[in-house]
Nanobody, 125 residues
Framework: QVQLVESGGGLVQAGDSLRLSCAAS????????IGWFRQAPGKEREFVAH?????????YADSVKGRFTLSRHNAVKNTVYLQMNSLKPEDTALYYC?????????????????WGQGTQVTVSS
């Protein structure tokens, strides 16, 4: 079992930045991919980005490419950061961290076996 805890959400204005954190604990030895998804009210859960735990390769949804950066913490094991710049009102959502024993480019949330509780990001215009 892998436990995931997100933090860093908040209320910001359009154009501002936020950094989300995801700390993983428990049986993390079998985790190969950590991803971020978001869900706005009335909408389906949407892929944002994921990162390979082994080599740090990141993959992004087109909607966030060039604005969001996903990285691993060098010193604190099992922690990833989602740096979100140039935020837009349409980025408003509940952001979830997810982990899975999967490799490759995976955007289907059902492929991820562990999920955090989510952190709210609200961007005002």
């Amino acid at each position: 079992q892998v436990q995931l805890v997100e933090s860093g959400g908040g209320l910001v204005q359009a154009g501002d930045s936020l950094r989300l954190s995801c700390a993983a604990s428990g049986r993390t030895s079998g985790v190969y991919l950590i991803g971020w998804f978001r869900q706005a009210p009335g909408k389906e859960r949407e892929f944002v980005a994921h990162i390979s735990w082994s080599d740090g390769t990141a993959y992004y949804a087109d909607s966030v490419k060039g604005r969001f950066t996903l990285s691993r913490h060098n010193a604190v094991k099992n922690t990833v950061y989602l740096q979100m710049n140039s935020l837009k009102p349409e980025d408003t959502a509940l952001y979830y961290c997810a982990a899975g024993a999967i490799v490759g480019v995976i955007t289907d949330p059902s492929a991820f076996s562990s999920w955090g509780q989510g952190t709210q990001v609200t961007v005002s215009s």
